[in-house]
């Protein structure tokens, strides 16, 4: 937590980030402090040219400062925006699994209209993007933040394409239906913690090995597939339309993947390096 000099620093910085003033007194006058203590400490900014005037902040250069990681960033909406879609595809992620196990074209048909939601949404963080404070972010952040939210975005692509499949007569026989409820926990898990990453920079591991032991369950679940169908040619197509959803299952763990390391190279400034960051 910040004390003293740093925290009106912080509050200074914060103050132009989002208000843009034209001058040192209307800061001060904000803040409810001198100007001359504002200038004092504005001073060695303006010397690096990391505050210039009128008084705006150049965020790339102050991001390789100390004190970046410590003030309130203009993203708080754009987070929302990426919790709220996170949030769609989790119920989505319900409704395709109790879709697949009860036939229920209903809950498919809702995922497949919430998926235009989640485009909608993506959209509105692209924009929202290059509007108002968040024009001065660093482009490297905002490229972070427009990744995420298209990998978020194609994990709803994913569940609509099951959800498809599921109005198409795709349905999990009964063989099957614990090595199914252990996927779908699998990957509810992956994006729970993908998600607590961008949201409330937690940072676990244990997505990793939750990634491979999603590969493992893929791998047996097709292989008892393989035993209990073999040699029933008139069921060739269930034998498709189930590869298929295993594909997008798959794609999906893959996505988790990349929302927690983009999220954690976002919030941390480390690139993602997969399992040897455990």
Do not use: W
Not at 56 to 74: C, G, H, Q, T
Not at 97 to 122: C, R
Not at 235 to 241: C, L, P, S, T, V
């Amino acid at each position: 937590m910040l004390r003293g000099k740093d925290a009106t620093l912080a509050a200074i910085i914060e103050t132009i980030l989002k208000e843009e003033p034209e001058t040192q007194d209307e800061i001060a006058k904000k803040l409810n402090i001198s100007r001359r203590y504002v200038a004092k400490l504005l001073k060695p900014l303006i010397d690096e040219r990391i505050v210039l005037h009128p008084y705006v902040v150049d965020i790339e250069k102050l991001s390789k400062l100390d004190i970046y990681n410590r003030i309130e960033k203009p993203t708080s909406h754009i987070i929302e925006l990426l919790d709220k879609m996170g949030n769609k595809v989790l119920k989505n992620l319900d409704k395709v699994h109790k879709g697949l196990k009860t036939g229920n074209v209903e809950e498919a048909k809702s995922v497949i209209y919430q998926d235009y939601t989640l485009n909608k949404l993506e959209e509105e963080v692209n924009i929202t993007l290059k509007m108002n404070d968040l024009k001065y972010l660093p482009p490297r952040q905002t490229a972070l933040l427009a990744k995420i939210a298209s990998n978020i975005e194609r994990c709803g692509d994913y569940l609509s394409n099951i959800a498809e499949e599921i109005l198409e007569g795709l349905y999990i026989r009964e063989y099957l239906h614990q090595d199914i409820d252990e996927i779908f926990n699998i990957t509810k898990r992956m994006f729970t913690i993908a998600m607590d990453m961008v949201r409330d920079k937690k940072v676990s591991f244990e997505i990793y090995d939750l990634e491979e032991e999603l590969h493992r369950k893929l791998d047996k679940i097709m292989k008892v597939l393989s035993e209990k169908e073999k040699g029933k040619t008139k069921d060739i197509n269930y034998y498709i339309q189930f590869g298929m959803f295993l594909k997008d299952i798959e794609r999906f763990g893959d996505r988790c993947i990349k929302i927690f390391e983009t999220g954690k190279e976002f919030h941390y400034g480390e690139p993602g390096e997969g399992a040897k960051n455990r």
